[in-house]
């Protein structure tokens, strides 16, 4: 049981502040910035559920985070007329997912910022 609320607390504190966050975000933007999505609550289950896990570490989180973002970025830039957006997502995905790989720093969440942000 002494798990379950470390792993209650931890995530609520964390979404609380980071959906606080969002609000003066959006606000401050008319709704075009956000910082919450999908991937959040990923990261929230391995930080504060599978704290031990090499996925959870900090090197992981940010590193991974990062690598996925360098990926995918340039996709956003090809015409959806040269590269469809089924086919764009598979692909930078497929290549952020390998290139955390191939560099050390494998970051599930960060798989799936990159499908969400590769259309």
Known sequence: LGSSRWTFSGAFVGLLVLSFLNYFIRNASDGSYSLIMGPIGALMTLQY???????????????????????????????????????????????????????????????????????
Not at 56 to 70: H, K
Not at 81 to 95: D, G, K, M, V, Y
């Open 49 to 119: 559920a599978l704290t031990p896990a090499p996925a959870s570490q900090p090197r992981n989180v940010i590193l991974g985070q990062i690598v996925s973002g360098l990926v995918v970025l340039p996709f956003a830039y090809i015409p959806s007329e040269f590269l469809p957006i089924w086919l764009r997502q598979a692909l930078a995905t497929a290549l952020a997912i390998s290139a955390q790989v191939k560099l050390g720093v494998v970051h599930p969440p960060a798989g799936g910022a990159a499908i969400v942000l590769a259309p």
